[in-house]
């Protein structure tokens, strides 16, 4: 059974910085492509972040680009977002995604706020 | 970078009726490959989505063939035949047909309930 759970949301301080974790199981981690999607409380789906299976391609959305940084280890079955100089607007449930979107973790929250 | 655009925002709908919902996206989806990458997710309260359909008309593994989507280039449609209380939820089209970034564009979200 494909399971993606994701962990390191909390509350932190405008300015300040989170990573956040997604293991991965049941199937081939290291053949997929990644995503990270979130949702602010009460709205609607945003993209984030997306990797290629290796690494080698990585893309951003302008909200994020320069602060936020994707990666991920194979070997580790785990994705990753590390978060910096976060801001309120940050606030929401960050989802792992394995790529077209099929698959989804439970998410997980990063509120900041002061 | 492509806008897609969801009516209904909410949705009534009795137990056992049809429901539609559809989505309009700002261009054509249709890609240089001949695809067009246009799905739909459903979230019911509570959850993360879940991918229902996907390249307009195909059903993800699981998803009951209630559920059906149609439509090409700007203007799509998810239809349900005969909606169950487990329907209940936001239902999000989307699109990856715009060469990334952005990889994926989401509509606003519908909205739909029991009456």
């Known amino acids: 059974e494909v399971q993606l759970v994701e962990s390191g949301g909390g509350l932190v301080q405008p300015g300040g910085s989170l990573r956040l974790s997604c293991a991965a199981s049941?199937?081939?981690?290291?053949?997929?492509?990644m995503n990270w999607v979130r949702q602010a409380p009460g709205k609607g789906l945003e993209w984030v972040s997306y990797?290629?299976?290796?690494?080698?391609?990585?893309y951003y959305a302008d909200s994020v680009k320069g602060r936020f940084t994707i990666s991920r280890d194979n070997a580790k079955n785990s994705l990753y977002l590390q978060m910096n100089s976060l801001r309120a607007e940050d606030t929401a449930v960050y989802y792992c995604?394995?790529?077209?979107?099929?698959?989804w973790g439970q998410g997980t929250l990063v509120t900041v706020s002061s | 970078d492509i806008v897609m655009t969801q009516t209904p925002l909410s949705s009534p709908v009795t137990l056992g009726q049809p429901a539609s919902i559809s989505c309009r996206s700002s261009?054509?989806?249709?890609?240089?490959?001949?695809?067009?990458?246009l799905s739909w997710l459903q979230q019911r309260p509570g959850q993360p989505p879940r991918l229902l359909i996907y390249?307009?008309?195909n059903r993800f593994s699981g998803v009951p063939d209630r559920f059906s989507g149609s439509g090409a280039g700007t203007d799509f449609t998810l239809k349900i035949s005969r909606v169950e209380a487990e329907d209940v939820g936001v239902y999000y089209c989307?699109?990856?047909?715009?060469?990334?970034?952005?990889?994926?564009?989401f509509g606003q979200g519908t909205k739909l309930e029991i009456k």
């Open positions: 049941g199937f081939t981690f290291s053949s997929y492509e």
């Open positions: 989307m699109q990856a047909t715009q060469p990334p970034p952005p990889m994926y564009t």
């Open positions: 995604a394995r790529d077209p979107l099929d698959r």
């Open positions: 261009q054509s989806l249709v890609h240089s490959d001949g695809n067009t990458y």
């Open positions: 390249k307009i008309s």
């Open positions: 990797i290629s299976s290796s690494g080698s391609t990585i």
